[in-house]
Structure formats: C-alpha cells, structure tokens
C-alpha cells in the first residue's frame, strides 16, 4: 500500500520519479489528497493503478472523522476492505460509486466541520452579547453541540422530527427557528456547499493539469 498524503500542489513531483517502482510492485495507491483526479494520478505514475482516493475530515483526529471512498476499476475485492479498514479505524468510512460524488462528499463531510464550528461561533458570540462569560457561553455550546449530535445519532428518526419535538408551538425555540427562516438559512446553506463542490471541480481541473 502507498499511501498519498502530500499537499495536492506538489503531487506531481512527487509521484513522476515512483512511476518505475509503483508499475513494477503494482501497490494499492491510496489518495487522501483534495482536488486530484484519478486520471492525473494514474497518468503521473505511469499507468493503470489500484487507486482508492479518500476525503476524510479533520474530527479524524478524535477517532470521529467522516471519510468518503470512491475506487477505480483495477481495486479489488481485498483491496477495498484493506483501504476501508484503514479510513474506518479513525471514524465512519462510506464509499460512494462515482469519482465526481468526492466534491459531494468534499463539500457536506470534509468541509463540513468548518461550517459547525462557524455555529459555535456564532453562538459563543451571541451568548456573550446576551450577558453571559466567555467560558459559560463557550461551555454550553460545545455541549449542546455534542449532546445534539449523540441525540442525532442515537435517534429512530431524522434531525427534521427531532428538531420539531424541541420547538413547541408559540414557543422561545420556534421565534429563533422562524428568524432562520426569515433569513433564508437552508437556502445560504444549499449555496454555500454548491460553491464548495464547484470549487473542488475547479482544483481539480487546475491541480490536475500538471505535466
């Protein structure tokens, strides 16, 4: 197995003086590098290659990560759950049957942690400006964060029932989910992971260019 873990820029380099060893030994390439294309990869190695590219995400770090997989014609069976084994033991590791699919998975799981932590943010920030310290307002938003989340999974049923037994009618939760919708969140929401997918078929076309 030879796995990839260098900075999508200097993929090239670093793979066009292995193309000799890597066609000779054959091993299951692994990618976890953004905006690659299978295609470029193959082409700077020589050849045909078992190649599986990964996008995992940062809570990997935490053994909680999320991992997308998608593999090429020439992996096997074996190969599969070699690779699927070694993304698992860091988090969930799912395939998905198409390359393109990797800027999906790019856009809800490997950027996804920036958007929550944007949240927490925001509301640290809010809890302050209500009165409350930066440690009690931090504090309070971490945990509501991870119980929602343990809640989420834990769950028979989608974030969209759980969310409608917190909000009573006439309620505090239902005037700040109504405010969200007054602004358009799932909207901004569905533009913004739009504008990440299309950037990583932009990265991939630039980074995937180089001879």
Same mark, same amino acid.
Request: hydrophobic letters at 50%.
């Given at each position: ?8 820029q200097?993929?090239?380099q ?15 390439i692994i990618?976890?590098a ?18 599986v ?11 909680a ?25 860091v988090g969930?590791?799912l ?14 799981s490997?950027?996804?942690?920036a ?6 943010e925001?509301?640290i920030?809010?809890?302050? *400006?209500? /009165? @409350?310290?930066e440690?009690?307002?931090? !504090? %309070? +938003?971490?945990?509501t =964060?991870? $119980? ?8 028979d049923v989608g974030p969209?029932?759980l ?5 009573s009618?006439?309620?505090t939760?239902?005037?700040?989910v109504?405010?969200?919708? *007054?602004? /358009? @969140? ?5 533009? !913004? %992971? +739009?504008?990440?997918? =299309?950037r $990583?078929k ?10």
């Amino acid at each position: 197995m030879l796995v990839l873990a260098v900075k999508p820029q200097v993929m090239a380099q670093v793979l066009m003086p292995l193309a000799d060893l890597v066609q000779a030994r054959q091993p299951l390439i692994i990618s976890i590098a953004a905006g690659i294309p299978a295609a470029s990869i193959e082409r700077w190695l020589g050849g045909p290659v078992a190649l599986v590219r990964a996008m995992p995400n940062t809570p990997a770090l935490v053994q909680a990560g999320a991992t997308g997989l998608y593999a090429n014609g020439q992996v096997s069976a074996e190969q599969r759950a070699t690779a699927e084994g070694l993304l698992g033991a860091v988090g969930l590791a799912l395939w998905v049957d198409h390359e393109d699919l990797i800027d999906a998975v790019t856009a809800v799981s490997g950027s996804g942690p920036a958007y929550f932590f944007y949240v927490m943010e925001a509301m640290i920030k809010a809890g302050r *400006e209500l /009165g @409350l310290d930066e440690s009690t307002a931090r !504090a %309070l +938003t971490l945990q509501t =964060a991870l $119980g929602s989340a343990q809640m989420a999974m834990a769950a028979d049923v989608g974030p969209d029932e759980l969310r409608r037994r917190v909000t009573s009618p006439g309620g505090t939760t239902e005037r700040a989910v109504a405010t969200f919708d *007054e602004a /358009g @969140l799932r909207e901004i929401f569905g533009q !913004a %992971l +739009t504008a990440c997918a =299309a950037r $990583g078929k932009e990265l991939a076309i630039q980074l995937g260019q180089t001879d």
